[in-house]
T-cell receptor, first 116, second 116 residues
Framework: AQSVAQPEDQVNVAEGNPLTVKCTYS??????LFWYVQYPNRGLQFLLK??????LVKGSYGFEAEFNKSQTSFHLKKPSALVSDSALYFC??????????????FGGGTRVLVKP | DTEVTQTPKHLVMGMTNKKSLKCEQH?????MYWYKQKAKKPPELMFV???????INESVPSRFSPECPNSSLLNLHLHALQPEDSALYLC???????????????FGPGTRLTVL
C-alpha cells in the first residue's frame, strides 16, 4: 500500500519569505515522489519529481524539494515566496515497482497563501 | 505540443441527459487517465488506459463509461448522473505505466461538471 500525508491544510507566508510545504509518505518499496500545483479552477501542473539520484530536486518556478529517506519526507521549498505562488499544492507518491497502472496516491493538499 | 486539452470547460446537465467529456494529447503518450476531483480535495483516480485498452477501473459506477478511440483521444460518456457526481473531471497522460524517468502524469485543465 502507498500513502501520503500533508500535515498542514494551509500555510501562510509573507512575500519574500521562505516557503515550505510538508509531505511524508509510506510505500512498501522505493518511492517515486511528485509535487503538483493547482491554481483556482485549473488542472494540476507538474512541479518536480524524485526518482533516484540527488536528494535535492529542482523544479519549475524556483521550487525545490528534498528527499529524506530516513524521515520518509519530501518537503517542497522555495527560498523567496511570491504572491503568485498562492495556490493548492499536492504531494503524490507511487511505489516504484508495485503501483499498477502508474497509480498515484495524492496527499490531501496544502493551500498556500502568500501575503504582500 | 506539451498540452493535454479538455472540452468542454464547463458542462451543466440534467440527471436524464447523455453527454460526453473529451480529452486530447499530442505528446505521443500511451497512457491516459480520468480523475474526479471534488472541491478542496485531491484527485481520485477513475480509469486508466494503456495502449488504448482499459487497464484499471477503480470500481466506478456504470453511469460513467470511458472510451479510448485512438492513442491521442480519451472520452468519458456520462448517462443518468446524480447531483453528487458534480465535480471537476481531470484527464491526464503519461509516456507509459511502468516505473521510469518519464512516468509523470500531465494533467489537462479539467471539465467542471454540474448535475442538476
Amino acid at each position: 500500500a502507498q500513502s501520503v500525508a500533508q500535515p498542514e491544510d494551509q500555510v501562510n507566508v509573507a512575500e519574500g519569505n521562505p516557503l515550505t510545504v510538508k509531505c511524508t509518505y509510506s510505500v512498501s518499496g522505493n518511492p517515486y515522489l511528485f509535487w503538483y500545483v493547482q491554481y483556482p479552477n485549473r488542472g494540476l501542473q507538474f512541479l518536480l519529481k524524485y526518482i533516484t539520484g540527488d536528494n535535492l530536486v529542482k523544479g519549475s518556478y524556483g521550487f525545490e524539494a528534498e528527499f529524506n529517506k530516513s524521515q520518509t519526507s519530501f518537503h517542497l521549498k522555495k527560498p523567496s515566496a511570491l504572491v503568485s505562488d498562492s495556490a493548492l499544492y499536492f504531494c503524490a507518491v507511487r511505489d516504484m515497482i508495485k503501483a499498477a497502472g502508474n497509480k498515484l496516491t495524492f496527499g490531501g493538499g496544502t493551500r498556500v497563501l502568500v501575503k504582500p | 505540443d506539451t498540452e493535454v486539452t479538455q472540452t468542454p470547460k464547463h458542462l451543466v446537465m440534467g440527471m436524464t441527459n447523455k453527454k460526453s467529456l473529451k480529452c486530447e494529447q499530442h505528446m505521443g503518450h500511451r497512457a491516459m487517465y480520468w480523475y474526479k476531483q471534488k472541491a478542496k480535495k485531491p484527485p481520485e483516480l477513475m480509469f486508466v488506459y494503456s495502449y488504448e485498452k482499459l487497464s484499471i477501473n477503480e470500481s466506478v459506477p456504470s453511469r460513467f463509461s470511458p472510451e479510448c478511440p485512438n492513442s491521442s483521444l480519451l472520452n468519458l460518456h456520462l448517462h443518468a448522473l446524480q447531483p453528487e457526481d458534480s465535480a471537476l473531471y481531470l484527464c491526464a497522460s503519461s509516456h507509459g505505466l511502468a516505473g521510469g524517468r518519464k512516468n509523470e502524469q500531465f494533467f489537462g485543465p479539467g471539465t467542471r461538471l454540474t448535475v442538476l
